[in-house]
């Protein structure tokens, strides 16, 4: 396979999901966002949790899902998925625990590759002995029941399982499943990014250093926290490279200028235009605080009317080197000019603004500063559901994101998605998410797919007009 060749989930195809229902859903490659809705338990979180699962190698997951098969079809025309297999193939007597799953691969050139993966009860009982023994957070407490120390639980087995049991330490996995080369080789190739319900409260830093901590004094943190911590380390890292280039800019200019003499020179209009261009690039840097104040702009263009050959020259660089300086920033720029442009159209009687020392921050009607914790539950869900897409998602990923509306209000939900496509566009991603709200499509019916309520299988998923 050419890995030159970004690969794409072009549909989700799943068989007797819960055994009842029936779901292949087409994505909207075009436009990069789909989107998925219908009646409580028909099965939407399970179908994003179940991509999740298979890209990312969470085998048990996908074992304990009751199913009959699963599978991603990608944009080379192969196909990656599931299957399970009984040892009684009456669909009325299917019993896990005398059961296979079989991983399977298909490649463009439909050869097939497939492993198969025990789920009898034996097995499943040394996974959990293991898991009993590695992880010093569970404890058992009887034949199906489980103290969950971490969450302060009570669990059984198959909650276990299915909570823990891709944490194990990678050399008792193998007790799980040995992974082939073909089968890591094409997950590997694809991206995948899950936002869950739960947004509002992260694990803190410490705590993922130290999965095996007791410690209850900062563990949980808001997530508003946590990415205003993040994104202040962004801006520092930015604003490094961007003095870095500049000191680099600036120490080899005479050498280039002397170099370039015979080179043509801009016109005086052509550097009337550039640096006009430029006084607006740093007055908006400046406006969603990059760069600080500096007296030298805006320059007047005027000056440049008597300008020689010689110094024409100079300004040339000049206005090149700027330009060059200053493009260090546009990535981080961009994005967090869709953040702020995004929340601060919404918030009413607050706003939020970039600060190099702290990151995110928040200001009530008067400027005052303000705790972003203090935010409504709305305000948190839009502004931490924002950041995740601009900042940590990378190009080429799927993008899973469970209720986007908890929370919102309704004028919220109706311009989620023209939001979501200008992100998209930025930073070039595609999206599947699913939902029970009928407004969050807006003007854009045309992306909404529904799953059916019944377990018919002669209903296939249909383009909601």
Known sequence: MNNDIKLRISEVEVKALFGLYDHSIKLFLEDRVTIVHGQNGVGKTALLRLIEALVKGKYIQLIKTPLDSFCLRLTDGSEIGIRKIYKNNESSNKDDSTGLTEVYYINPEKHQEKIEIATNQDKLE??????????????????DQWHDRQREEMISSDQL????????????KKFIFQEPEWLSSIR????????????????????EENPYSRSSSGRITATVQKYATELKQKIAETMAEYAKSSQLLDQSFPQRLLASTSAPALTIEQLKYRMEALD???ADLKKIGLVDEDTTYPFDVTKLDSLQQTERAVMTLYVDDTANKLGVLNKLADRLSLLLNNMNIKFKSKSIGIDKKLGLVAKDREGNPLNLEFLSSGEQHELVLMYDLLFRVEPDTLVMIDEPELSLHVIWQKAFIADLLAIVQTVGFDVLLATHSPFIAGERNDLMIA???????????????
């Open 126 to 143: 040394n996974i959990l002995s293991i898991m009993n023994k590695e992880l010093p957070w569970i404890r058992r407490v009887g034949v």
């Open 161 to 172: 399982i299915e909570r823990y049991a891709d944490e194990l330490p990678a050399r008792f």
């Open 188 to 207: 590997q190739q694809l991206k995948v990014h899950f936002i869950e319900t739960q947004r509002l409260l992260k694990i803190s830093p410490a705590e």
């Open 280 to 282: 607006k690039k740093r």
């Open 451 to 465: 799953l059916p309520s019944i377990g018919d299988v002669s209903q296939a998923s249909k383009v909601v007009q």
